[in-house]
């Protein structure tokens, strides 16, 4: 019985597989299959390449780019290879879309080198932690030995402000990198597996680590002042000598591992304000939902007219038609509009049928379905009924007869000819034979 189950689950495991569209089955169906696109668009799914779920269903998300720029974008169900219909549903993956791919592009750009959530910046933030964590035992000797000297209390008070400002960025630094590792592996997930419901948590990893980050950095600038105030005035310091005034610059140097970090600044202001660009642009997709929607009533008209219909292949079954405009071709031909049984018919379907390419051609699309679903009922009607026939057309078989008929009868006329001919110069014979009797009978 368990291996009953277990056949049974790979069979089925195997099956849904098999139904899985492929990134080109997705394309295909957007370009090829339908008419969601316009003339100068081709269509490409943007790395990294994979579905979207949105609520236990994946999705395609295929963009419509024209000049390398996108147009639209179309999402297509995995499963069905049916396009997505609910408002907030299409939503969520354009959005989830725009934010997958752009960030994306972004994390493998020149920006890849300062990426927030890697290996990399994890490491260089525990380093941190460690060299501020090495600052404070320095610090601290620093203040033992301004303790010692008589009127040092404010200096010795500044040096233990540093100290307890060492301590927070290298307690802030493992925060940091803790947050990194957290936000990598999470990043590492939407990336192979994105969800729309997750879109909303990868913008508040960025939110919160530029906020650390921003955090960090006023802090590292607070105490980097604070050092040079104390240095300034331990320099104009009279109770300390020269020797212990070089101990202290000294020990309240900043440690040569930190020189990056007024770049790394720099660079990851830049960086806020492109990821905060890509979610604003994943947040602002009014355009895109109207194209959509635009493109699906496109290609609704589309298969109208031009698009196979059952019911004319059933209705022209003997004159070979599947699609409106075949049907169309065929009613309205010149040699053929006017031996229609339906006048009134073909006369409404020529009417629909022009208005239909005209609203078409003019991206009127509702309308133009609805012209070709009316010209499709009475084309229906017209090939149902019948093909008259005028009274000038004779049947093959019969002119055959006709023809047959009339070699007969001059064959007929051309033997009577004959016969009559022949008798007329037998009986001038018989006149000429009797003459000559009468000659003989004279007499010499």
Not at 177 to 193: G, Q, S, W
């Amino acid at each position: 019985m368990k291996k009953l189950i277990l056949i049974i689950l790979s069979v089925l495991l195997i099956a849904s597989f098999v139904t899985a569209l492929s990134q080109t089955d997705a394309t295909n169906i957007v370009s090829k299959q339908n008419q969601y696109l316009l003339d100068r668009e081709s269509a490409v799914v943007y790395k990294p390449a994979v579905t979207i779920a949105y609520q236990g269903n994946d999705y395609w998300v295929v963009a419509g780019i024209q000049d390398q720029t996108v147009t639209v974008y179309i999402p297509i169900n995995n499963d069905t290879g049916e396009l997505a219909n609910g408002e907030i549903e299409k939503r969520k993956l354009i959005e989830t879309e725009i934010v997958l791919s752009k960030i994306y592009q972004l994390k493998n750009s020149i920006y890849g080198t300062i990426w927030p959530f890697t290996h990399s910046m994890n490491s260089s933030f525990y380093d941190y932690q460690r060299v501020f964590g090495d600052m404070i035992p320095k610090v601290i000797n620093v203040q033992t030995e301004l303790e010692a000297i008589p009127g040092s209390n404010s200096l010795v008070l500044k040096a233990d402000n540093i100290k307890s400002d060492f301590e927070d960025l290298a307690l802030n630094a493992e925060i940091i990198a803790k947050h990194i590792d957290e936000a990598r592996l999470f990043e590492e997930k939407y990336f192979n597996d994105p969800d729309t419901n997750q879109t909303s948590k990868y913008e508040d990893y960025f939110e919160n680590h530029f906020e650390l980050v921003e955090q960090y950095k006023s802090d590292y600038y607070a105490i980097e002042t604070a050092i040079q105030e104390l240095k300034a005035e331990i320099a104009s310091f009279e109770g300390a000598t020269s020797e212990q005034k070089e101990f202290f610059f000294t020990s309240l140097g900043l440690p040569r591992e930190t020189e990056g970090l007024k770049t790394f600044f720099g660079q990851a202001d830049q960086l806020k304000t492109l990821v905060e660009s890509v979610f604003n642009d994943g947040k602002n997709i009014e355009a895109f939902i109207g194209n959509l929607t635009t493109r699906k009533s496109r290609n609704d008209a589309w298969q109208v007219i031009y698009g196979p219909s059952t019911k004319l292949t059933t209705a022209g079954e003997k004159y070979t038609i599947t699609t409106l405009a075949g049907a169309a071709s065929l009613i309205l031909a010149s040699e053929n509009i006017e031996y229609w049984a339906e006048t009134e018919a073909v006369e409404a379907m020529r009417t629909n049928w022009v208005q239909a390419e005209s609203r078409y051609s003019k991206g009127d699309y509702d309308k133009a379905k609805n012209f070709g679903e009316k010209a499709e009922e009475y084309a229906v009607t017209v090939l149902e009924g019948k093909f008259v026939e005028t009274e000038s057309d004779f049947p093959q078989e019969l002119i055959i007869q006709i023809v047959i008929v009339l070699i007969v009868v001059l064959i007929a006329v051309f033997v009577f000819q004959k016969v009559i001919k022949k008798k007329k110069n037998t009986e001038e014979g018989y006149e000429e034979y009797g003459e000559y009797e009468d000659y003989s009978d004279q007499k010499l």
